[in-house]
């Protein structure tokens, strides 16, 4: 059994002891583990064939993005699937499909030019974001015109979504092996104890949303994003595969996934 990782390569001083655990436990099962860094060697693309039974798309990055695309374009089985990891990319389809399948998003707008925005400012503030951006990179509240003039020019479209103000830290909801799990952080995290948070165990309600969000991409390996305001829950983001930091025994949930997910492409393949 082959299995690959797409992944970033972070730089040593960054903390990142889940994946390489991951990959411990793949190989003390039996499986060839291959770790590829799309973003840290010249690629010929006429050499980019499927060479194993399962890849597993662990980097955000466009290059990884598309070699995964280019690998599902010659019936690689890919976790998550490419399809799926390109619209939860774009906030515009994603947030669509979470809306069509009744999670509770913000109300949602796409402009030309911030300042078509104005008159929704009258109801309340704004969040301001890249509509392909990750990890709260380029994430602006606006309140009010002054702040909506000085936002920096947007690449393509303004994408922005009602501002509801959190009751206290955010969740981030984790979805692996059928199961939710559940971290309460600050938002955003500065140190890396930021990011392992404070894990809790989610109610019906909570546990409800993150089985919509799975099932409206067709997933089960994804987190989501949990702004609590009021005392009601909203989905702010929704990621194919995070970082799992602060989920008990996450290395040996995402190990088992991914083994069943290489197991089933090669009995497929048979």
Partial sequence: MRIALLMV?????????????VIRLLRERGASVDVIYPDESLTDLSSLRVRHDLYVLKSGTDRALSMAG????QGAVVLNPYPVAAALRDK?????????AGVPVPATWLARD???LLPLLRDGALVVKPYRGSQGRGVVIVRNAEELAALPAQESLVFAQRHHTPDGRDFKLYCAGGRVFGVRRIWPPTTYEDKLGEAFSPGPELEEIAVACGKAFGVRVFGVDVVMSGGRPW?????????FKGVPDAAELLAEEIFA??????????
């Fill in 9 to 21: 390569k972070h730089p040593p001083e960054r903390k990142s002891p889940i994946m390489p655990e």
């Fill in 70 to 73: 280019a690998l599902h374009a």
């Fill in 92 to 100: 515009v389809v994603s947030t669509r499909v979470l809306q069509a």
């Fill in 114 to 116: 911030p300042m078509e």
């Fill in 235 to 243: 989905v702010v983001d929704m990621q194919a595969f995070p970082g």
């Fill in 261 to 270: 997910a290489a197991r089933g492409s090669r009995r497929a393949a048979a």
